[in-house]
């Protein structure tokens, strides 16, 4: 197949908390080192449920035993060990300015480590090209209910589109 994945563009509905976390799991395992999870969505969308049921997921899979996985909210950035590979888990809302980023070591943990990340509007150009974008929103007729639109840029998002059940279907 000479298709290439450009522009993948899916969406679905996530029923309830347990569904985005089995999501988000199933997610985590799809994922190597220099993958970028970009989460958007309003406050309360469920960034860091998923970000958080994604790295305890990982680290379980490897026979460790999953960590608090609390909001980085003021430290902005939270390195965790998942068996060998790093996981990062940023939340950028409090980001002053975009030359933090570099003492964050945020550009660095991209080639390395799998980064999830919230708020990535407040990258700016440091935004990687390469990125799973996942867009959380509410459902305003449902408390519990989330529309999750997924973006894949760049290639390599096959494993992970399939995780997610959001591969092609051609
Ligand atoms: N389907 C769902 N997916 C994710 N979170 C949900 C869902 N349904 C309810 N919630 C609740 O929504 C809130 C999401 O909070 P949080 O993950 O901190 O959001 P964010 O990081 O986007 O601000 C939590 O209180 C969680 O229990
Ligand atoms: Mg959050």
Do not use: C, N
């Not at 964050?104 to 990535?120: C, M, N, Q, S, Y």
């Amino acid at each position: 197949m000479t298709h290439r994945r450009t522009g993948v563009d899916r969406t679905r509905t996530l029923r309830s908390q347990a569904e985005t976390e089995s999501l988000a799991a199933a997610l985590a395992l799809a994922l190597a080192p220099g993958d970028a999870v970009l989460l958007s969505g309003p406050v309360g969308a469920g960034k860091s449920a998923f970000a958080r049921a994604a790295i305890r997921a990982r680290q379980a899979s490897t026979g460790l035993t999953p960590e608090e996985v609390p909001s980085p909210s003021y430290t902005l950035v939270q390195a965790y060990d998942a068996g060998g590979v790093e996981i990062w888990h940023a939340d950028l809302y409090r980001l002053s300015d975009p030359d933090e980023l570099v003492e964050l070591g945020l550009d660095e943990a991209f080639t390395r480590a799998i980064v999830f990340l919230e708020w990535p509007e407040r990258l700016g150009e440091a935004a990687p090209a390469r990125a799973l974008r996942l867009d959380l929103r509410p459902d305003p007729a449902a408390d519990d209910v989330r529309q999750l639109r997924v973006r894949a840029a760049g290639g390599g998002w096959d494993a992970a589109l399939a995780a997610l059940a959001m591969a092609d279907a051609a």
